[in-house]
């Protein structure tokens, strides 16, 4: 039976050390600003921007949500970008995912300035990552909350084989790179991987990371036995129930560690996105911080 990993414990622990970085730019005279832009109701969306106000606010960071209907148009929310891109109280911008159809998520990504980017979705800053660039640059929070899982969970890394499955902006792609920068060999599967090549892929790996919001798709009799999990899909079934995309109690039969959904990779998106902004503030205040998160 596989060790489920809790990543609402390793959140706590993470949003801890956020809250004593946060006590130290205070008594510099820095409260870190978030402002969270959300279009639209999607539902789940509302309680992710929510939670991130709380999650905020029990740390010290200053957080606000800015609301549009789903009737806004790019330009006006262009503008307001432009504004907060020059307000002095705010260190970290975000849009909230999905946008409504009428938006290009791309021009919206590319319009917070780099410097702000608290999803590490801008286009320089995803340029850098991929470059393996030295020197601070805001990464995606999900990947980098797997990072800080995967460390805290003793997951040795390199000269590893990983299947990376979905290749989306949010995970799929700078999971990639990451993992690549931590020397592991990587491949990085998606919607076009025929099934059969899939579970090929995935017998072979050492760790899988699946993001693709496919119910089930990987099952325990795809994995090689001491495989690392880590399930990134939240999918809400009929009956309410929240499941990821790995068959959670196969899959726990056959690898050695597993990520739980509820309760794995979620709440760590959160903790690393207050620690991301910290970091931000600490960038645009020339104050050093320290990485007391690496030993959580
Ligand atoms: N601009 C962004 N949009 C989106 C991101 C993102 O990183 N930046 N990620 C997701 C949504 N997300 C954060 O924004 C997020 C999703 C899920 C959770 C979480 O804690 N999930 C819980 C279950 C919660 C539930 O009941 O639904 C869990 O897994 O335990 C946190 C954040 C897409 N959009």
Known sequence: MAKIIDGKAIAKKLRAVVKAQTEQLK??????GLVVILIGNDPASEIYVRNKERAAEKVGVNARTIKYPASATEAEVLAK???????????????QSPMPAQFNSEVIQAAISPAKDVDGFHPLNIGKLFANRSGYYPVANTPRGIMTMLKHEGVALAGKNILVVGRSILVGRPMFALLERANAT???AH??????TLKLLAQQADVVIVATGVVNLIQGSDLKAGAVVIDVGINRLADGKLVGDVDFSSASQVASAITPVPGGVGPMTIATLLQTTVELAGQHHDIEMEQAWQNI
Do not use: C, F, H, S
């Open 81 to 95: 970008i432009e504004a907060l891109n020059q307000d002095e109280q705010v260190d970290a911008i975000l849009v």
């Open 186 to 188: 990587v491949t990085l």
């Open 27 to 32: 008594q510099k005279g820095v409260i870190p």
């Open 191 to 196: 919607r076009y991987t025929p099934i059969d």
